[in-house]
T-cell receptor, first 115, second 111 residues
């Protein structure tokens, strides 16, 4: 079946570091990918919708200058957390829209810990 | 404000029993409904999708949708300890669009 690969699975870094997370659709072309964030014991919250070849659409309250999204190809979207701080520590999960219209496929997530 | 509401639980059932999970949503134009299972520290895994009113069965799982009541449920028959997880209800305006998730219901199945 369709698979979405997310890398890295875990990142631990110092405050002020920028971190890039990759989301790849392995066997289908994803014109749209979604980035979610999940804090402990909370649900997944949509951060932004990533569209290939155009600017991402950010949800209210999500800083577009802090969470940079690039969707330069039909199989890759990246999320860069710039100058990360401890409050950015969270579980970041991407999903990809299958062009056949089937339910979204989720990546395995990236656990980000900022010291 | 689009919202998806679930009881956080925990819902505790003995092995072999039926677990019933409920979800309500506020956006009346929603067309696609999903149940995901999430183990601690893992990404959500799709259990069921349902798009029209009524019941949909897949193995031990049955999803029920009532659009008039804006209500969707998941029944798990013959519950197993391996079913212990958090179950997330998710809603989308149409297939392929962003999902709005509930906070999840934690299910604990005791052996």
């Amino acid at each position: 079946g369709a698979v979405v690969s997310q890398h890295p699975s875990r990142v631990i870094c110092k405050s002020g570091t920028s971190v890039k997370i990759e989301c790849r659709s392995l066997d289908f072309q994803a014109t749209t990918m979604f980035w979610y964030r999940q804090f402990p014991k909370q649900s997944l919250m949509l951060m932004a919708t990533s569209n290939e070849g155009s600017k991402a659409t950010y949800e209210q309250g999500v800083e577009k200058d802090k969470f940079l999204i690039n969707h330069a190809s039909l199989t890759l979207s990246t999320l860069t957390v710039t100058s990360a701080h401890p409050e950015d520590s969270s579980f970041y999960i991407c999903s990809a829209r299958d062009p056949s219209g089937q339910p979204q496929h989720f990546g395995d997530g990236t656990r980000l810990s900022i010291l | 404000q689009k919202e998806v509401e679930q009881n956080s639980g925990p819902l505790s059932v003995p092995e072999g029993a039926i677990a019933s999970l409920n979800c309500t949503y506020s956006d009346r134009v929603s067309q696609s409904f999903f149940w995901y299972r999430q183990y601690s520290g893992k990404s959500p895994e799709l259990i069921m999708s349902i798009y029209s009113n009524g019941d949909k069965e897949d193995g031990r799982f049955t999803a029920q949708l009532n659009k008039a009541s804006q209500y969707v449920s998941l029944l798990i028959r013959d519950s197993q300890p391996s079913d212990s997880a958090t179950y997330l209800c998710a809603v989308a305006r149409e297939a392929g669009t962003a999902l709005i998730f509930g906070k999840g219901t934690t299910l604990s199945v005791s052996s």
